[in-house]
């Protein structure tokens, strides 16, 4: 009896001695696998970055155990529109958007990026960021890189430079081609021109993703020339920030989002991109017409000295107003002006009483002069309708996107979006309002993105898929920042994992920092 006991004990240590030991184990969460489909209870295991097991009740020994209880389980947030380009090093552990959910960032949107990919993408392997980063190489940078800020077609000679740059920056790891058509020397650019280039991104199997030519009055045609860039470069459409600005504009999202059904009922594979608020974000040079703003900042500094290009600028920006049925510039808000901080969370109305200078829209007009003339600022612009916010986030594919860089706490007044978007979404759009399901939003912050951006072992809580994992409080996640207020983190998202590792522990960052730079289909070793 002795020796039969003995061989038991010794068996069940043999057998639990065989069982595989993990790095983590998320015990009874809620499984919302990234699908769009219901929840349902699990265990979860991680070893050595991956998933590993998918399976009720894990017994298996691991280094951490979380229990989930109550709590939601689903891939880490793919944040399909950010601009992380030259912010990497003000914080590598990416805290507002680890904070807010986020795991993987694409970069180099609206035009800007790099133009040598693989010496960015190597960068980023080697600064080791808290989250993930994949890059499109952006049109107004290569184009900068060949032919300036020129305000002209470009020559053969020039369009084969810029293919090259192209073709080497797919060959190099970028996922795409993205065009910024507000900004200079973006906004000089004939279609010709982006489809050639996109031809080069779509040998590659790239995307193509673009901030359109206009996103007021005239969004439609804006709209028409995205598609037809994906129709003639046979190329996937991105089309970033889907919006309508102006109040003159406010509810054609009843004619932009049929636009976008009609193109994939044509067979346009073209889907959108939005950030859940009423205000954009971009720089005060958007007031000045683009003809002001070639060859650099010495030409336009000269130019806004001359009388008539002033008085031109000023009835510009008056005609704009007069459009928008507005009388001052109020709904431009500074969001960083490095000359003089004080502007910063300031509209330009304000800004201008503050100068001393008449209560006119003409002298707030010569204030955005002036500003521009010192360099210019980053500004927040309030000017668009709930509901089309609304009606577009019902649109089911669509993404949600910070179009937000790092923050670093109490830097200008910068929008809330880059500290809460997601969690904005979740709390204001799911839980509280209604407007998508919880499942529909993890779909679109997960497998959406990871299918159109070609990440292909992210998105989806299944084993063999890598370990990018959140653990969220459906009822208590929210987004903190605001217009008024913005520097604070969102909160909720109690555990993040990013690539195996613990990076979120309790909400608070452990400082871990083990992201890496995902390249694009087209990247050659």
């Not at 960032?105 to 994949?134: E, K, P």
């Not at 940078?141 to 020559?155: E, F, H, I, L």
């Not at 459009?323 to 500074?334: E, F």
Request: net charge positive; glycine share 8%; aromatic share 6%.
């Amino acid at each position: 009896m002795r020796h039969l006991l003995t061989f038991l004990l010794l068996l069940c240590s043999s057998i639990l001695y065989a069982q595989p030991s993990y790095d983590i184990i998320i015990r009874n969460g809620k499984i919302m696998d990234g699908t769009g489909n219901n929840w349902y209870y699990s265990d979860l295991a991680i070893k050595d970055g991956k998933i590993v097991a998918i399976s009720r009740h894990i017994t298996n020994p691991a280094t951490r155990i979380i229990d989930a209880a109550g709590l939601i389980v689903s891939p880490g947030f793919i944040d399909v529109h950010t601009h992380l380009e030259e912010d990497e090093t003000k914080d590598p552990r990416a805290t507002n958007f680890i904070l807010d959910g986020v795991t993987t960032c694409i970069t180099g949107n609206c035009g800007s990026s790099a133009t040598d990919i693989g010496q960015y993408l190597h960068f980023v392997d080697s600064l080791r960021m808290s989250i993930n980063v994949a890059v499109l190489v952006g049109h107004n940078d290569v184009r900068k890189a060949v032919m300036g800020r020129a305000n002209r077609d470009a020559t053969p000679d020039e369009m084969k430079r810029m293919e090259s740059i192209v073709d080497k920056a797919m060959r190099d790891g970028a996922i795409g081609l993205s065009t910024g058509l507000i900004y200079i020397p973006g906004t000089y650019t004939k279609t010709p021109e982006i489809v050639a280039l996109a031809k080069i991104a779509a040998r590659y199997n790239g995307v193509y993703a673009s901030h359109m030519r206009d996103e007021g009055d005239s969004v439609t045609q804006a709209i028409e020339e995205a598609i037809t860039i994906g129709r003639e470069a046979r190329i996937p459409v991105e089309i970033s920030h889907f919006k309508l600005s102006g109040q003159q504009n406010w509810g054609r999202s009843k004619i932009t989002v049929p636009m976008i059904e009609a193109a994939r009922r044509e067979g346009i594979e073209v889907t959108i991109d939005q950030y859940p608020y009423t205000a954009s974000s971009t720089s005060i040079s958007t007031l000045i017409p683009d003809e002001i703003l070639a060859d650099g900042q010495d030409s336009i500094k000269a130019r806004l000295g001359r009388p008539e290009i002033r008085k031109y600028v000023v009835n510009c920006i008056l005609e704009r107003l007069k459009k928008r049925k507005l009388k001052h510039l109020s709904y431009a808000v500074v969001a960083y002006y490095a000359p003089d901080t004080t502007y910063n969370g300031k509209s330009i109305e304000q800004i201008n009483i503050m100068k001393g200078r008449k209560h006119k829209a003409s002298e707030e007009a010569l204030t955005v002069i002036d500003i521009m003339i010192n360099g210019g600022a980053s500004a927040v612009f309030h000017g668009m309708s709930e509901e089309d916010v609304k009606r577009i986030m019902q649109y089911p594919f669509n993404m949600f996107a910070s179009d937000a860089s790092i923050r670093v706490l109490g830097r200008g007044m910068p929008h809330p979006r880059g500290y809460g978007t997601n969690a904005r979404v979740l709390s204001k759009y799911v839980r509280e309002e209604k407007v998508i399901s919880l499942e529909e939003a993890v779909r679109r912050m997960t497998s959406l993105p990871a299918q159109k951006f070609q990440l292909k072992d992210r998105g989806i809580l299944k084993e063999g898929m890598a370990a990018d994992i959140l653990v969220f409080d459906e009822n208590k996640v929210k987004d903190v920042s605001t217009f008024s207020d913005p520097h604070h983190y969102a909160t909720g998202f109690q555990f993040v994992v990013v690539n195996g590792q613990l990076t979120v522990d309790n909400g608070v960052h452990t400082g871990v920092r083990n992201g890496k730079a995902l390249k694009g289909p087209g990247f050659v070793r």
